[in-house]
Nanobody
C-alpha cells in the first residue's frame, strides 16, 4: 500500500522558517516527479512546487519563488520543502503528491493530475 507521510508543519511567526518532509512508503517512485500543494480555508488546492525525480529540476509557484526550496533524497524516497521568509498568506494545509504518470519531464502543476496524496500537515504563520 502506497503511503505519503508529511511532517514538519507547525506554527511560526512571519519571517520564520519551516522544513516539511514527505516520506513515501509502499513503493519507489523512481521515475516520477513529486509535488507540494497547499490549501487554505475556503480556497482551492494550489500548486506550490515540484521536482523531477531525475536531475532534480525544480518548479515553483510565483508566490513562493525565492522563498521556498524543494529537494529530494532518492535513497530515502523523501521529498522536502524548505520554507523561508514565511508570510501569513502561506498559512494552509500542505500536501505532497505524486502524479499518475511517470516520466522525467512530466511535472504537472494541476492537482487533478496527481494520483497519490499525503494526509497533509498544517502550517500556520502569525503576523
Amino acid at each position: 500500500q502506497v503511503q505519503l507521510v508529511e511532517s514538519g508543519g507547525g506554527m511560526v511567526q512571519a519571517g520564520g522558517s519551516l522544513r516539511l518532509s514527505c516520506a513515501v512508503t509502499g513503493r519507489t517512485f523512481s521515475s516520477y516527479a513529486m509535488g507540494w500543494f497547499r490549501q487554505a480555508p475556503g480556497k482551492e488546492r494550489e500548486f506550490v512546487a515540484a521536482i523531477r525525480w531525475t536531475r532534480g529540476i525544480t518548479y515553483y509557484a510565483d508566490s513562493v519563488k525565492g522563498r521556498f526550496t524543494i529537494s529530494r533524497d532518492n535513497a530515502k524516497d523523501t521529498v522536502y520543502l524548505q520554507m523561508n521568509s514565511l508570510k501569513p498568506e502561506d498559512t494552509a494545509v500542505y500536501y505532497c503528491a505524486v502524479p499518475g504518470v511517470s516520466g522525467g519531464s512530466y511535472v504537472p502543476s494541476a492537482p487533478k493530475l496527481y494520483h497519490y496524496w499525503g494526509q497533509g500537515t498544517q502550517v500556520t504563520v502569525s503576523s
